[in-house]
Nanobody, 127 residues
């Protein structure tokens, strides 16, 4: 069974950090671009970041998170990570990871490009 499972969400104060994980089972993440998306209450799901598959491409970040978030992959663990630093209240959302086969992250912000989605993990930034 092909599955993505996010973890690492929680409650953090402004300025704090969290590291989200996205573990894959049933397929090799190396073959997929992995995107992180988030959705706040009453808002559209938006792209946060993307790391390309082993076929090539470049890592992408939304302007709102550049310099604060870092996406990475550990192929040996078949897991992706999103390191989030200097968190702000506007980062509060449910965060999802998604997989897009052999993608270079060319249209990474388009949620309909992705083949598989995780169930999401809640991130709340509040004092």
């Amino acid at each position: 069974q092909l599955q993505l499972v996010e973890s690492g969400g929680g409650l953090v104060q402004p300025g704090g950090s969290l590291r989200l994980s996205c573990a894959a089972s049933g397929f090799l993440l190396d073959y997929y671009a992995i995107g992180w998306f988030r959705q706040a209450p009453g808002k559209e799901r938006e792209g946060v970041s993307c790391i390309p598959s082993s076929s090539g491409g470049s890592t992408k970040y939304a302007d709102s998170v550049k310099g604060r978030f870092t996406i990475s992959r550990d192929n040996a663990e078949n897991t992706m990570y999103l390191q989030m630093n200097d968190l702000k209240p506007e980062d509060t959302a449910v965060y999802y990871c998604a997989a897009d086969l052999w993608s270079s992250c060319g249209t990474w912000y388009d949620r309909y490009e992705y083949d598989y989605w995780g169930q999401g993990t809640q991130v709340t930034v509040s004092s």
